[in-house]
């Protein structure tokens, strides 16, 4: 099995961090984002829509964070990925909403467009709009989380033993970091970011995005 990936990639990591906690045996190879790797063969071949993860499995070829954390979830027989229907309905739901509204306005509106040079605005009017908006929105995002899914004196997204959806999710609130997000406004989040981040590879799967984020500790950000 391969990975291709790049550290700082937000969905790269929910991926990684599986894979570590797991135990799994799978190769990795950095696509380098900084130097648009992504945007040269031979990796357009590999995912036309230049993105990573890719993840590969004999002659299994997957692009999308979501459906490769389900696959290996399955491949391996998880207890992270539960076999009843409405349980594993419950999770499918979830990695859905974090993938939809969530991560478009929290990432791509407000904290891509501050960070990543090919994520900004053409335009200042342009990026001010799209980053208010961004930062508006993931209010509301984070507010549902806080207080449906989190809210109810579980421990995790999906009741008291950790699955999938953490992974994912816990890996794209993460982002907010490099902004330095103040997610104090939301206790019941805040709360479960800190059971994942007591997971035994969290550091090291995040060392890297931890020091970018470091190096842009100067920069002033709308958060």
Known sequence: ?????????QTSRPIRLLIAEKGLDVEEEVVDLMVGAHHQEPFISLNPSRQVP???DGDLRMTECSAILKYLADKYDMPEYP?????????????DWFNTGFYRDWAYNMVYPQIFPHHKRPTEDGQKVAVEWGRDKAAFWLQVLNDHYLGKGNKYLAGDSI???????AGFVAC???????????PNVKAWLGRMKELPHWDEVSSVISGF?????DKAFVA
């Open 1 to 9: 099995m391969k990975l291709y990936m790049h550290p700082v990639s």
């Open 54 to 56: 890719v993840f590969e």
């Open 163 to 169: 699955t999938i959806a953490d992974y994912l999710g």
């Open 213 to 217: 984020g470091e190096s842009m500790k």
């Open 83 to 95: 076999k009843d229907l409405k349980q594993r309905a419950r999770v499918n739901e979830i990695m």
């Open 176 to 186: 907010g970091e490099l902004i330095r997000y103040d997610l104090s406004k939301y």
